[in-house]
């Protein structure tokens, strides 16, 4: 597992006006983010959202299992792959 850090220190943020920090934790053979950690702002103490993900096999893919807040907790199931089909021709 490898644990990865970040912290925003120069403007514009991502979230808008407020700093953050976080960190992914990180499975090093097979490069899949499993855990998310993300503070925001500088409160005290500051809100913190964890996200934990999981392997879907009818996606192929890492999608959010569960996400952790103050407020309370997300859980998500049933995951779908939506497409988008475009046709451009040019005359």
Do not use: C, H
Not at 48 to 76: C, H, W
């Amino acid at each position: 597992m490898r644990i990865v850090g970040f912290e925003e220190w120069q403007r514009p943020t991502i979230i808008r006006n407020l700093a953050s920090r976080g960190r992914f934790l990180i499975d090093e053979s097979s490069g899949r983010v499993l855990r998310t950690e993300l503070e925001i702002g500088r409160g005290f103490p500051p809100p913190n959202i964890v996200t934990m993900f999981k392997f879907d096999e009818s996606l192929q893919l890492m999608v959010p299992s569960e996400m952790r807040e103050a407020y309370g907790v997300a859980t998500y199931s049933r995951y779908r792959r939506f497409t988008v089909r475009t046709d451009e021709s040019i005359r």
